[in-house]
């Protein structure tokens, strides 16, 4: 399924700059402030457990969270970064490109977001499955992205 088409279909706006790739929070900063793109700048972490249950955990690019934080919250044991053969299986993507409308390529929904709850009712900056490029959306779509997808989300905090 193409994102921008799913994005189109859902009525879901959004504007989109092109880039250098992208692959850590600070390469994302100094994007920010060459090429001003409205919105919350975002970390994504795609962490498994181990029954094999896999997270896309959505920050605040500068929050930071302790994974044994997340998995009292989660209610899982084990909880650490998902190796890269995952991300190209379920979420189609490459290592710098992990994004929560990855979702897209989980036919299976074996992904949960979990939205750190900073971000309700914000403008967020995502990559649209590349990381030559960012979008931003508005959280209400982001939900509505989710939802129409099948994923189950959390709100974290």
């Given at each position: 399924?193409?994102i921008y088409k799913l994005l189109k279909?859902?009525?879901?706006?959004?504007?989109?700059?092109?880039?250098?790739?992208?692959?850590?929070?600070?390469?994302?900063?100094?994007?920010?402030?060459?090429?001003?793109?409205?919105?919350?700048?975002?970390?994504?972490?795609?962490?498994?457990?181990?029954?094999?249950?896999?997270?896309?955990?959505?920050?605040?690019?500068?929050?930071?969270?302790?994974?044994?934080?997340?998995?009292?919250?989660?209610?899982?044991?084990?909880?650490?970064?998902?190796?890269?053969?995952?991300?190209?299986?379920?979420?189609?993507?490459?290592?710098?490109?992990?994004?929560?409308l990855g979702i897209i390529n989980d036919?299976?929904?074996?992904?949960?977001?979990?939205?750190?709850?900073?971000?309700?009712?914000?403008?967020?900056?995502?990559?649209?499955?590349?990381?030559?490029?960012?979008?931003?959306?508005?959280y209400k779509d982001l939900i509505k992205?989710?939802?129409?997808?099948?994923?189950?989300?959390?709100?974290?905090?």
């Amino acid at each position: 399924m193409d994102i921008y088409k799913l994005l189109k279909e859902l009525n879901i706006k959004y504007d989109e700059i092109e880039h250098q790739a992208i692959y850590t929070v600070e390469e994302g900063k100094r994007i920010d402030r060459e090429m001003k793109l409205e919105g919350i700048g975002c970390k994504n972490l795609f962490l498994k457990d181990h029954k094999d249950n896999f997270f896309i955990v959505v920050l605040e690019k500068d929050q930071e969270v302790k994974l044994n934080d997340l998995r009292k919250f989660l209610h899982v044991s084990n909880l650490h970064f998902a190796d890269e053969k995952y991300l190209h299986d379920l979420l189609g993507v490459k290592k710098g490109s992990v994004t929560p409308l990855g979702i897209i390529n989980d036919k299976d929904n074996k992904v949960t977001i979990v939205l750190d709850n900073y971000l309700v009712d914000k403008k967020l900056l995502f990559h649209p499955l590349v990381n030559t490029k960012t979008i931003n959306i508005e959280y209400k779509d982001l939900i509505k992205f989710i939802e129409y997808l099948n994923h189950k989300y959390l709100i974290y905090k």
